[in-house]
């Protein structure tokens, strides 16, 4: 079975800085395609940030690019969020996805962690 747990959310005040952190098991991080979202309460989810698989590319939403870098460890098969300069607005539950590439999308997903911006 996949498993994703996300860990590193937390309550911080405007300009501050926190580091989501997402261990994956059953799927190889180094080799998936992966990424952050978040859901606000009463909006949509959201994609945040994505890494390809294989390789370093990534890719952000407008709204956090400069401030947001998505990074992958392979040795610990683990993917982090690193969030600076967060705004009130960054408040959301934030998810960690993954898919292996020959699936379409993002089937995998952990329960989240909850970012409170103040």
């Known amino acids: 079975d996949v498993q994703l747990v996300e860990s590193g959310g937390g309550s911080v005040q405007a300009g501050g800085s926190l580091r989501l952190s997402c261990a994956a098991t059953?799927?190889?991080?180094?080799?998936?395609?992966m990424a952050w979202f978040r859901q606000a309460p009463g909006k949509e989810r959201e994609g945040v940030a994505f890494?390809?698989?294989?390789?370093?590319?990534?890719d952000y939403a407008d709204s956090v690019k400069g401030r947001f870098t998505i990074s992958r460890d392979n040795a610990k098969n683990s993917l982090y969020l690193q969030m600076n300069s967060l705004k009130p607005e960054d408040t959301a539950m934030y998810f960690c996805?993954?898919?292996?590439?020959?699936?379409?999308?993002?089937?995998?997903w952990g329960q989240g962690t909850q970012v409170t911006v103040s």
């Open positions: 996805a993954a898919g292996r590439v020959w699936q379409t999308g993002y089937p995998y």
């Open positions: 059953g799927v190889v991080a180094s080799t998936s395609r």
């Open positions: 890494i390809v698989a294989g390789g370093g590319s990534t």
